[in-house]
């Protein structure tokens, strides 16, 4: 009878053991992104339990998180020393109420898209720089907000209209700029606002009617104006560190809105409302009498125009208010472009010159051994007064791109959702649109601080050189949009993703790159580049080569993104990532085309080794990629050693020399030694 029982007690032992196992299982979409959360901050050892591939953090109790169910509701990580950034995959932790990564060595932005559902978030005494993260806007729930104490700078964007349970904000000690949104008056549940210590201007007053406001710090900015009253009585203020008016405070306007602290509402005192009917009606009175003089004098004018279409001519008050409304001297029309004169290359570091009048331009990018085009046809102008500028597809000068609207692209990009976020980077987040058609997309947002004062401008004369671009190994550009101060660019959408994909995720998936398919890879890159360099005239740049931008087809061709962006890169003071630097390369300015051959040296030795350009988990001999391999380059015995292992030695020796003396020819330390792309790519025609 013993015998007989024995199996069935075991089998039930295991029964619940698989059982329990399986009921603690982690959501696959929150174990996505702590495994990338956990990458991008460099892997460190200090997190127990956590994993860069699959793992179960709910069932094995990963340090610092906190789990419902099998979703993940709270991630507690302050003061770990934590490293790296925070990767672009937090959103999809769609339970997650409570994020605490504060006091550790966090860098870079903080990612564009973070959870929606988030109660308290504390990003605080980091060494995180950009601005802040438009999707605060839609955290609903949100009571307590602090990335006190990083690097974040920029203007805040108007986005606090639907926070009313914040209660919490503290921004203090950074580099903020710019005044205070309109839409903190909308925060009806705050009770403390720290900005102390940025660089804030303008008047406070989007603070003086909150209801509940009791701590209020905005010492050491650049505030104007007066303190209102309103906040003279709260608990705590402080104020110092301004440039506060002197002078006696004006009287507030008939009907000014007041708060009954005692009643936590807002009211108009009987005087004001006394006083605003009275004016209102000699007001009235008064328009009503210049009305008739003027109707009786238009009688004896012999005039064919109304007063409406002259105001319409000539910029009167009966126009609909435009979405952007520009200062006199951004009022641009492009009309023959023949006459734009100062415009630079995509490359050019200088501002743009304007006429005081209309202004014209030509085009910045023409090519060697063929006429110059325009890039905008005489009949297409730019609009700057609408926000969005008129439509370029109809025209032959930019090679068919399309005017897509915000509308469509938001429908087919699932409104932008985390789920169809692709990257992000520098200069904005890429999502994937899909069409019910099959046709799909990449929509790359530019950061519109980016684009500064000349926004519309700015971004037509990008759209425009970039549609002039084309080349079999370029990412192409289809279309554009810009509205509602918003602006895209729409590339072809390619199913194999980037190289970097392919070269350094650990999954089998990733490594079926052949020898022959990476000599491929480097041909058509380079050729690429050398458009770029050699075929553009005046040469363009590119600034940020690296294997990330390096898409692959179905095919595997490659396909080089983010060309004609070089400006941005300047203007961002953001050099390439860790690696791709050339020693040349201080600060963005010192950008060469010799620059580009050194980053593109990089990628060729991506793809020899299989190996990141800079890898922190390797020994410290080893984690500059460039200082590691050079002085391994020419030996071959130590070549072989240095190759893919996923290449399992399927090459050929002299195949894999060859390449190797290219590269090192092309990551010398100085400019002047390093090839011209054109050289690089006959001696890989010659590998293919």
Same mark, same amino acid.
């Given at each position: ?20 196992h /399986? ?17 991008s &901050?460099?892997?460190?050892? +200090? ?20 789990? +419902? ?28 109420t ?35 993260p ?24 108007? &986005? ?53 406001i ?68 000699s ?30 001519? *000539? ?5 609909s ?10 009022? %641009?029309?492009?009309?023959? !472009? ?36 325009? %890039? ?60 019910? #058609? ?35 190994? &370029? ?10 101060g918003?602006? !895209? ?10 190289l ?7 999954? #089998? ?24 360099h ?8 590119? *600034? ?34 860790v ?5 040349e ?8 085309? +010799?620059?580009d ?23 410290k001999?080893?984690?500059?990629? /460039? ?42 330390s ?19």
């Amino acid at each position: 009878m013993a015998p007989t029982l024995h199996p069935i007690i075991l089998c039930i032992a295991c029964l619940g053991f698989f059982t329990s196992h /399986v009921l603690a299982k982690t959501d696959s979409q929150d174990v996505s992104a702590l495994n990338d959360a956990y990458k991008s &901050m460099n892997s460190p050892s +200090k997190l127990n339990g956590w994993s860069s591939s699959g793992g179960d953090p709910c069932g094995d109790s990963w340090d610092g998180i906190t789990c +419902k169910g099998s979703s993940v509701t709270e991630i507690k990580v302050s003061g770990r020393g934590l490293s790296g950034s925070l990767g672009y995959q937090l959103a999809n932790l769609k339970s997650l109420t409570y994020l605490d990564v504060s006091k550790n060595n966090l860098n870079g932005n903080l990612p564009y898209q973070l959870p929606e559902n988030l109660v308290y978030l504390d990003a605080s005494e980091n060494d995180f720089n950009g601005n802040v993260p438009y999707s605060v806007s839609l955290m609903n729930d949100l009571t307590y907000l602090n990335f006190g104490r990083n690097n974040l700078n920029g203007e805040l964007s108007d &986005m606090f209209q639907k926070l009313p349970k914040l209660e919490t904000i503290d921004l203090s000690s950074n580099q903020l700029t710019g005044k205070l949104p309109q839409s903190f008056a909308n925060l009806t549940g705050l009770k403390t606002i720290h900005l102390q210590d940025n660089q804030f201007k303008g008047s406070i007053n989007s603070l003086r009617d909150l209801p509940q406001i009791d701590d209020v710090n905005v010492a050491n900015n650049q505030f104007t104006g007066w303190i209102p009253n309103e906040l003279k009585n709260i608990g705590n203020l402080e104020t110092g560190g301004n440039r506060w008016s002197s002078s006696r405070p004006p009287s507030p306007p008939p009907g000014t809105r007041r708060v009954d602290r005692n009643s936590g509402g807002v009211g108009l005192s009987n005087k004001a409302l006394t006083t605003g009917l009275i004016v209102a009606a000699s007001t009235i009175g008064g328009l009503i009498f210049t009305a008739g003089v003027i109707a009786l004098f238009a009688r004896r004018k012999n005039s064919h125009h109304s007063s409406h279409f002259f105001d319409e001519e *000539k910029g009167g008050t009966n126009r609909s208010k435009p979405l952007f409304t520009p200062q006199p001297s951004q009022v %641009l029309q492009y009309d023959s !472009m023949d006459d734009f004169k100062g415009q630079k290359t995509v490359d050019s570091n200088a501002s743009t010159e304007t006429k005081p009048s209309s202004v014209r331009r030509t085009s910045s990018v023409s090519f060697k051994n063929s006429p110059t085009f325009h %890039l905008i046809p005489s009949s297409t102008p730019v609009a700057a007064t609408s926000g969005r500028f008129s439509s370029l597809e109809d025209s032959p000068d930019t090679r068919g791109v399309k005017a897509f609207t915000l509308l469509e692209l938001q429908n087919s990009a699932s409104g932008f959702s985390p789920n169809r976020l692709i990257g992000e980077g520098t200069l904005g987040r890429v999502y994937k649109a899909k069409y019910e #058609d099959g046709r799909k997309y990449a929509v790359k947002e530019i950061d519109s601080s980016l684009l500064g004062k000349r926004n519309v401008e700015d971004f037509s004369h990008i759209v425009s050189n970039i549609s002039s671009i084309h080349h079999p190994n &370029m990412a192409e550009l289809v279309g554009y949009c810009s509205e509602q101060g918003r602006n !895209m660019l729409v590339y072809e959408y390619f199913t194999s993703g980037s190289l970097n994909r392919f070269l350094h995720q650990t999954d #089998d998936f990733s490594r079926p790159l052949t020898w022959n398919t990476r000599i491929r890879i480097a041909l058509g890159t380079a050729q690429a580049i050398e458009y770029l360099h050699e075929v553009c005239s005046p040469p363009l740049v590119h *600034k940020n080569i690296k294997s990330s931008n390096i898409l692959l087809d179905s095919e595997l061709n490659p396909h080089l993104s983010d060309y004609g962006l070089a400006n941005f890169h300047h203007r961002t003071s953001q050099n390439l990532g860790v690696g791709y630097n050339a020693p040349e390369c201080t600060d963005p300015s010192a950008y060469t085309l +010799k620059s580009d051959v050194y980053s593109f040296g990089v990628v060729m030795l991506e793809l020899l080794t299989g190996r990141r350009p800079y890898d922190s988990e390797r020994p410290k001999a080893e984690q500059s990629l /460039v200082r590691w391999a050079k002085p391994q380059l020419k030996e071959m015995g130590t070549l072989e050693e240095m190759v893919d292992p996923s290449l399992c030695g399927l090459y050929v020796p002299e195949s894999v020399s060859a390449f190797a003396d290219i590269v090192s020819i092309c990551v010398m330390s100085e400019p002047g030694l390093r090839p011209p792309v054109s050289n690089v790519v006959e001696a890989l025609k010659r590998l293919v």
